[in-house]
């Protein structure tokens, strides 16, 4: 949804620290089917993503290329789900609530890669576009939690 960065130069080099602060909402849905049913369900989540990131600029004059990467952390503000078993049985169909509170951390940590450019308009005026991938490594009983964001920012 929305997202603040500051990028801090390393020394006299292309290389930068970008550290950042995101607010993000999403929605997952996933059905499972087996023999005499299936569960579905729905997560949504609304989440703050602190990326600390290592980052390459090329020093192109108009269009700058870059690459980034590191560590990211994630608190879950909020995650609402619903989860729906249906069995059928003899032409019968039953639905069931699931209990499914606990399929997403309320924090997670993982790693972060990105690739994009930066575009000078004009004397201090920049647009660029960024597309991210994220990984949280699987946990006890949680599964394995992945990413793909693409990013647009401006400074005027």
């Known amino acids: 949804l929305i997202g603040s960065f500051a990028e801090v130069p390393l020394f006299q080099s292309p290389f930068s620290a970008n550290l950042g602060l995101n607010l993000s909402r999403g929605r997952i849905n996933g059905t499972l089917q087996f023999e005499s049913g299936e569960t579905s369900t729905i997560i949504r989540n609304t989440s703050l993503d602190m990326p600390l990131l290592i980052r390459y600029t090329s ?3 108009k269009w700058r290329p870059y690459f980034n990467f590191g560590p990211v952390f ?8 619903t989860s729906l078993q249906t069995i059928t049985t003899d ?14 951390n ?43 964001e693409f990013l647009i920012s401006y400074y005027l």
């Open 74 to 81: 994630q608190i879950n503000i909020q995650n609402q789900i």
């Open 106 to 148: 309320d924090s997670l940590s993982g790693f972060m890669v990105g690739t994009g450019f930066i575009y000078h308009y004009k004397d201090k005026h920049t647009a660029a576009a960024e597309v991210r991938y994220k990984r949280f490594p699987a946990g006890i009983n949680k599964p394995r939690h992945n990413q793909l």
């Open 91 to 104: 032409d019968v169909m039953t639905e069931l609530e699931l209990d499914s509170d606990d399929i997403i």
């Open 59 to 61: 020093l192109a004059a």
